[in-house]
C-alpha cells in the first residue's frame, strides 16, 4: 500500500520483482544540473561494453519475459535495450526532465521501467499480471498497438475492471506523462536471477527517489511488491 493506492503482483513468477515508485506534486520540467551530471558520465560509460555484471542484468532482464508466447526479441525486447542502442549510436532521447530521470536509471541498471501520469489513470488499484489473449493498447500517436498475450503488463482497475496501460516494452498513450503532468508512477521490473530485493531497494529505488525529489514537493514513496 502506497499513500492509498494498492499494487498486486499477480505474475506468479518468483524471479520477477516489481518496484514501484510514486512522487507527487513535481515539477516535470524543473532542470537538475547534478542529473546533467550523471547522465554525462554515464553516456560516456555506454560507449564501451557492459561489464560482467552489467551484461547479466541486461539479459536476465530480457529472459524474465520470456513466458508463454512471448519472447523478448526484435522490437518485443526491453525498453532499457532501445536505451542503451540509442546511447551507443549517441542518440540518447531527452524528453523532460521525469522522462530523463526513468531513462537514466534505466540506462544505469539495465532494467526496464514504467512511467505512468497517475491523474490521468485515475485508479487507486494496480495490478501485475501477463497479458491475455486480445489484449493490447495503442501506445504511440500514430495510433500503432502492442499485443499483450503472455507479456508482463501493468493494468489499472476501473470497477472491477482490468484495463492494461504499462509493460516493459511500451507504455499505453492514454497514461503517459505530458508537460502537465504533476503526479507519476513508476514501475522497475526487475530480475532476481542478476539481483536481490535488497539491491533493488537500496541501490535502485534509492537512486530513483533521490533523483525524484529534486522535482517533488512531496518525498517520494516506493515499494517492491
Do not use: C
Not at 521501467?113 to 501477463?130: E, G, K, P
Amino acid at each position: 500500500m502506497i499513500h492509498k493506492l494498492l499494487f498486486s503482483n499477480n505474475l506468479n513468477n518468483k524471479d520477477i520483482a516489481i518496484g514501484i515508485v510514486i512522487a507527487r506534486e513535481i515539477n516535470i520540467n524543473q532542470p537538475l544540473p547534478f542529473l546533467e551530471s550523471k547522465l554525462r558520465f554515464l553516456l560516456e560509460e555506454r560507449q564501451n561494453e557492459l561489464n560482467e555484471r552489467e551484461e547479466n542484468f541486461r539479459l536476465e532482464s530480457r529472459n524474465m519475459l520470456r513466458n508463454g508466447d512471448y519472447k523478448p526479441t526484435g522490437r518485443g525486447k526491453p525498453a532499457s535495450e532501445y536505451l542503451l542502442r540509442a546511447a551507443q549510436e549517441g542518440n540518447f532521447p531527452r524528453i523532460n526532465t521525469v522522462v530523463d530521470i526513468n531513462n537514466y536509471i534505466s540506462l544505469r541498471y539495465m532494467v526496464p521501467i514504467s512511467l505512468w501520469d497517475l491523474d490521468s489513470a485515475a485508479s487507486t488499484q494496480y495490478i501485475f499480471r501477463l497479458g491475455k489473449e486480445n489484449e493490447n493498447f495503442i501506445f504511440n500517436e500514430s495510433e500503432q498497438k502492442i499485443e499483450l498475450k503472455d507479456l508482463v503488463t501493468g493494468y489499472k482497475v476501473d470497477r472491477y475492471k482490468e484495463i492494461p496501460i504499462i509493460n516493459p516494452i511500451k507504455d499505453s498513450l492514454k497514461t503517459k506523462t505530458t508537460t502537465s503532468t504533476r503526479n507519476i508512477g513508476a514501475a522497475i521490473y526487475y530480475p532476481l536471477k542478476a539481483g536481490t530485493k535488497d539491491y533493488l531497494r537500496e541501490e535502485v529505488i534509492w537512486e530513483f527517489s533521490t533523483l525524484l525529489e529534486g522535482i517533488s514537493e512531496k518525498k517520494p514513496e516506493y515499494d517492491i511488491i
